[in-house]
């Protein structure tokens, strides 16, 4: 299972005339890898996660994921296809400020059962360090706290893909790799991640290295490094 983009386009419109941001861009994200993106602000980082996970349609190129082409689908299937595969993890963290951290976790629940998810809820918020904060809300976290909902809530619905935006952008050197250590234990376990960083710290647990700049992503790879994946 993996997630495939292919030869995606993408321009925006601006004051004077279109911007292209993403030029014929094609990367596989097989199960089990990290690929870390890195590029200057502006560069199109969040562009491409958005066209992978399913949240904006590219001008041109298909993104595949397993056998269903993501932007070929009715959008009602799109929305389903991506609650079901793929994890979401920003920079900004996006939880819901009213509620409860339980509660922010079970979100991407909230379409199903959940009462089912509640025990993979507590048990996420278990492994995150965050029993004892249950009940309370956004506000009363700490960065890396609300970092860590963010992700038990990206990975309740068990996606085989998490993207992930500058994840560690908000937070010190401590809770930022806690935050890369779960990253890892979810490729690990054979998830895949498409991470987009500034931090040079984050891209050295990737399987993968991009830069992205004019569009187009470049390798950042040694040529040798297929011994270090395995560790
Ligand atoms: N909805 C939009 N409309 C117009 N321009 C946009 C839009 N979204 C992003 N852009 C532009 O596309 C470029 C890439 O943005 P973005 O993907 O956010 O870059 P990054 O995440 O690498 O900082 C920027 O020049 C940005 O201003
Ligand atoms: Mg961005």
């Known amino acids: 299972m993996t997630l495939l983009l292919h030869a995606i386009c993408k321009r925006f419109n601006g004051p004077s005339g279109a911007i292209p941001v993403l030029d014929q861009i094609t990367l596989e994200l097989q199960a089990g890898s990290i690929h870390a993106i890195r590029g200057a602000s502006g560069s199109g980082k969040t562009t491409l996660l958005l066209i992978a996970g399913g949240l904006l349609r590219p001008d041109q190129g298909t993104v595949r994921m397993g056998d269903d082409d993501l932007y070929a689908q009715r959008p ?4 389903a296809l991506r609650a079901a595969g793929i994890g979401f993890v920003f920079q900004q963290f996006h ?3 009213y509620l409860n951290v339980r509660d922010n976790i079970l979100v991407p629940g ?3 059962d959940a009462a089912a998810l509640r025990p993979r809820a507590l048990a996420l918020a278990e492994r995150f360090g965050l029993s004892h904060r249950l ?14 909902v963010a992700l038990a809530r990206a990975l309740l619905r068990q996606p085989r893909v998490l993207l992930a935006d500058e994840p560690t952008g908000n937070l010190d050197q401590e809770n930022a790799a806690v935050v890369m250590t779960h990253l890892t234990e979810f490729a690990q376990a054979g998830g895949a991640v498409l991470l987009a960083t500034h931090d040079p710290r984050a891209a050295t647990h990737a399987t993968r ?3 992205l700049e004019r569009g187009i992503l470049h390798c950042d790879d040694a040529p040798v490094t297929s011994a270090k994946e395995s560790s």
């Open 209 to 211: 290295r991009w830069r």
């Open 95 to 97: 939880l819901l400020p």
């Open 135 to 148: 009940d309370h809300r956004p506000a009363a976290l700490s960065t890396g706290e609300r970092q860590r």
């Open 110 to 112: 909230l379409t199903m």
């Open 76 to 79: 009602a299937r799109r929305a």
